[in-house]
């Protein structure tokens, strides 16, 4: 859910300086049509780590705009009053009306992810808790209120550091923290839990915005630009679009820092050592799938990665360590007509492994949100909504027991155009390249945003994503069978428990 | 939920043998026109009680309409394949496609039904299996799948005496049903967890539609009936019509039986009686509210009734009963202008009780499925929603302690008319007559059917309707008081567990 937002996202100053006029010009013009229009109330909900700049960025947003038309509330602890009422009573009484700006500073998700950390809700009430946030934002989105949620993250260590710089600064010494962000569990319970919060409560119309919050400038104007196409977007339309996604939903980083960049493709295996560890991960799957643990669950296993990256070699290196009874190799292209007919998941609930069984899918679901997207063969609206169906879709799967591991194998442009070269010198291989995987090469950029967009979105404790360096085909077939191994062992573990 | 579904609704068989016909032939051609149109398929999920008729429904459809272009499918225990998957796995596979009607005799919900009640799933895996299902359905109907959910109602006597009629019948005798339904604690059991599933999984797009299954030509018409402007509805627009709520929604019944029809509002009470038991009640409603179990409480009334069916002079008199610092009447007419700039619920929100307090609303929230329904104010896809977010307002409301009350006062047409003209007769009693009275008035049908939906859907197990005989003024305003007596009994023996 947060990984592109531990990159270290960064812009210069002059970037910055070049660019804020424009914006800070555009949000204020842009505050007024929303007065002038009169329909719609605008509510940002602020969330996310201490320290990740959630204080300074509600001060920019009143120094930008006009602040006589925002209005900010910081919600604390609940005074006399508000503990004798409902829960939601403290955050209905502070709603902006239609024209303004409301900002919770502190807000639902702060309240219930607080009482999760600190244990006075557990896993079920946090559910209960997500499942009323969810119809609240239904209802007041249905009535036409715009739902901005930010939530600023840093990783850990950026965290710690933070909190150093911060701690004489008196914007930040009078807060009051109920969670003591110095201990680093708390730092690991409060991610845990916000992951699930984010993975739950983001739908179509009211999505999660994860901004990195270390670098001030790109905090800013990342927040800036979201906000001003959230407003120019709702200000479209008679009457105001309620049912549609808004523009500002999954836009690119503004530094153009993307999370397959920050891998390291230089990593490769000497043949020997490879040899020598591929046989060994081939014999400890073998040795886990005919444990009797193996019989309470399944396993399911996603390839997707650019075109050459060489899923086809892994997944044969990893079936090679299996009996073929135990497997299944679901190949996954263009759907038949009775796939057609169906639901977009149906093609693959239909292939799901049995308890006991594995099954591969050589391309999956995730095309929706990767070719489709990038094509253009699924409109926005349907793609949009299939990171929540995926999720809710895998949820299902390892609540029952299954074990899904995700892989992206990952190769850079360069080694891509020497294999497809290679692969139309070797005439056995020519069938494997087409005017189509050229075709594909040209997007490469979009697809490195949807990528981004996809670990961000369906990365889940349940179900992560694996990013393997695949420049290197011996190093990715190694990773590829360790990281399955070590997701079995874990789900053995964890079931033994 | 199931009130107007257990009132004897019944159509004598020369009407059926009329109306027969042309249905049949509007269903084939509806039918034909899915096929062709091959955007869209018909999922129709059989739910409910025991000998309501829903094996007869299902035979009846498949000799109504071309059987080739339906398949039905029964759910019984899993089969092996079944159990080694995750339990959506059954429903999937069996899907219809494009063009096609799927019946699911047997589902997820009774599957989720019998697990709740034979206590192999608690209360909160029942709220995790709704969730399921609703993300299930939200997915389905993106997809273009319209969902049509019928549950078919019996009384408990009704129930009892059908299946001593149907012990014999072939058709049945085969049946293995895992509930034993002549235990009348499974048929309570089973009905109140069937409440919180058809509450829980209502929604705008894919509502339930409650039949009652006593008479077989009254349901065998309204499940055509609804079906039909179902698939009819399905297939206009174009593209198929997705986010908006189709036609088959609220059809008034068949029988024009309606629920306050049933009321004996011949009921009353002697003078002497009535000061009686009126002083009782307020002496009772007094020590109450005094009662220090009342801090962990608060109480909400809300008032709603034809004009002139005494909600101010029953107001009155439980006020009367009190300090009138423990309680506070809030009079709902037009919103103000800071109201009108608010969500729908945010003048509700706002005029909360706090704990140890009681708020008496005359009118309330129910407005906007009464009058706005009824004079168009609202749009009906704001009415539609609106019962589902009633519902689960109140429903933070009754979490967090509060005992909500809901009395509808019903007079009947000549009362109120008598009534009326008294008002205009009285000089300091003219002011509460207008124009708007009588107007109101012509549209007495139409509220008699809006009353009926908004039982149907608002009559919670937490905060239910009580319909008051009102006619006699003095049996009305007796029965109000105890019925808040009982109910805050009930409540604090229930915090006392």
Redesign the interface.
């Known amino acids: 859910m947060f990984e592109s937002a531990e990159l270290g996202h960064a812009i210069d100053k002059k970037t910055y300086d070049a660019r804020l006029p424009a914006l800070r010009e555009a949000l204020l013009s842009a505050q007024y049509s929303l007065r002038d229009d009169g329909r719609r109330?605008v509510l940002v909900l602020i969330n996310g780590i201490e320290g990740a700049g959630k204080g300074e960025t509600v001060k920019l947003l009143n120094e930008w705009m006009d602040p006589r038309l925002i209005q900010v509330s910081t919600f604390d602890s609940p005074t006399d009053?508000e503990q004798?009422?409902?829960?939601?009573?403290r955050y209905?009484?502070q709603?902006p009306?239609?024209?303004r700006i409301g900002v919770f500073f502190g807000n639902w998700y702060s309240q219930m992810l607080q009482a999760r950390v600190s244990g006075a809700l557990d896993d079920?009430g946090l559910?209960?808790a997500l499942?009323?946030a969810n119809?609240?934002e239904r209802?007041?989105s249905?009535?036409?209120?715009l739902i901005l949620k930010f939530w600023f993250h840093l990783s850990k260590e950026r965290m710690l550091a933070r909190l150093d710089e911060l701690k004489d600064d008196p914007l930040h010494s009078w807060r009051i923290s109920p969670l003591d962000w110095h201990q680093s569990k708390i730092y690991d319970a409060f991610v845990a839990h916000g992951k699930r919060v984010v993975q739950r409560s983001s739908c179509e119309r009211t999505p999660w915005h994860v901004v990195e919050g270390a670098d001030n400038h790109y905090r800013s104007l990342t927040v800036g630009r979201i906000l001003l196409e959230g407003l120019q977007d709702a200000l479209q339309g008679e009457p105001p679009r309620r049912?549609t996604v808004h523009g500002a939903l999954l836009p690119s980083a503004l530094d153009e820092r993307r999370l397959l960049d920050s891998l390291d493709l230089s990593q490769s295996l000497e043949k020997d050592a490879y040899q020598e560890q591929l046989i060994a991960e081939q014999a400890r799957l073998a040795r886990l799938m005919r444990d009797p643990k193996m019989q309470r669950h399944a396993l399911l296993a996603v390839f997707e990665g650019n075109d050459a990256a060489g899923k086809g070699g892994a997944i044969r290196r990893v079936a090679g360590a299996l009996d073929p009874r135990q497997y299944r190799v679901v190949p996954v292209g263009a759907p038949s007509d009775?796939e057609r007919?169906?639901?977009?998941?149906?093609r693959f609930?239909?292939h799901?492994?049995?308890?006991?069984r594995f099954t591969i899918f050589d391309r999956s679901w995730y095309g929706r949100v990767l070719v489709e997207r990038v094509e253009g063969f699924a409109p926005p609206g349907?793609w949009l909504?299939a990171y929540?169906?995926i999720n809710?879709f895998e949820e299902?799967?390892t609540?029952?027991g299954?074990v899904v591991v995700k892989f992206w194998l990952a190769i850079d442009k360069k080694t891509q155009y020497k294999r497809f070269k290679k692969r139309e010198e070797t005439p056995f291989k020519r069938y494997k390249i087409t005017e189509e995987d050229w075709r594909n090469r040209e997007k490469w950029d979009q697809y490195v945003d949807a990528v981004d967009d996809m670990v961000d979105r369906t990365s889940t404790d349940n179900a992560p994503w694996t990013l393997v360096e695949a420049n290197d085909k011996r190093f990715a077939r190694v990773k590829v069978l360790r990281t399955l191994n070590d997701a079995l062992e874990a789900a053995f573990a964890r079931s033994e428990r």
């Open positions: 109330a009053e004798a009422r409902p829960f939601f009573w209905w009484r709603l009306p239609k024209g079920d559910e209960r499942d009323s119809a609240l209802e007041l249905d009535e036409g209120v049912h009775e007919a169906q639901p977009y998941l149906w609930w239909r799901l492994p049995a308890r006991g349907d909504r929540d169906e809710a299902e799967l609540r029952f299954i």
